[in-house]
């Protein structure tokens, strides 16, 4: 069995890349504002141009990132962007390096394989591979930096009980905060509401009314 067969974040690469590809460049996405066609460009960007990453997490240098991203989805055809995706990142990013692939990509490809899936309207959720699964679930940590700016104490909890808080701690414990949320779900729908894209994200919140109100009505975004 090959290693793309075997890697379960090579094989989300190669699943995202085959719904971008018949999705076509129009379609919609869950991405607010872009189609696939601009998704697609990130996602190269993302991996090409070492220059432009840091706008994708630092907000000072955002207009860099997206103006690059623009220039790209203009200039080379949809076709050759899902390929250069698929392909893997260029031997001079630092994606390339051993062990970033899983560590850097996993989260990131499967939300955006669900971007796209789900922007259709008879989408279901799919049944993931257990050892996507287990990926998603070391890497969810990064539900802290999405939401850290979220006072309500936020647990996340999976069908078999396993459990991480990922916002509140001392200011959501301060006298008159909200109290604890508890949010259910399979990993993939844990990793969807924190990154987001809670309108399609099947989960269950438990809490006082007032707290799962309160988170309710709170954004966040990466």
């Not at 069995?1 to 890349?17: C, I, K, Q, W």
């Not at 207009?63 to 690059?68: A, D």
């Not at 909200?178 to 438990?206: F, Q, S």
Request: net charge positive; with cysteine; aromatic share 6%.
């Amino acid at each position: 069995m090959s290693t793309t067969e075997t890697d379960p974040v090579r094989g989300e690469r190669r699943l995202l890349a085959a719904a971008l590809a018949e999705a076509g460049p129009s379609a919609p996405t869950r991405c607010a504002g872009w189609d696939a066609r601009d998704l697609a460009a990130h996602l190269v960007i993302r991996e090409g141009r070492p220059d432009a990453g840091p706008g994708i997490l630092l907000p000072p240098l955002a207009f860099y990132t997206e103006r690059v991203r623009r220039r790209t989805a203009r200039a080379v055809p949809f076709d050759k962007l899902v390929e250069r995706f698929r392909q893997g990142p260029p031997k001079f990013s630092p994606y390339a390096l051993p062990g970033v692939d899983k560590i850097a990509n996993g989260v990131e490809f499967f939300v955006h394989h669900e971007d796209i899936l789900r922007a259709r309207p008879d989408w279901e959720p799919r049944e993931l591979p257990v050892e996507l699964e287990d990926v998603l679930w070391r890497r969810i940590k990064i539900a802290r930096f999405v939401l850290r700016k979220v006072h309500v104490e936020v647990t996340l909890v999976q069908p078999d009980g396993r459990s991480l808080r990922v916002s509140g701690g001392r200011r959501a414990r301060r006298a008159g905060a909200p109290g604890p949320v508890r949010v259910h779900g399979p990993v993939g729908e844990l990793v969807l509401w924190a990154l987001g894209r809670r309108d399609v994200a099947r989960v269950r919140l438990t809490g006082a009314t007032d707290s799962v109100k309160t988170l309710t009505e709170t954004g966040w975004s990466l």
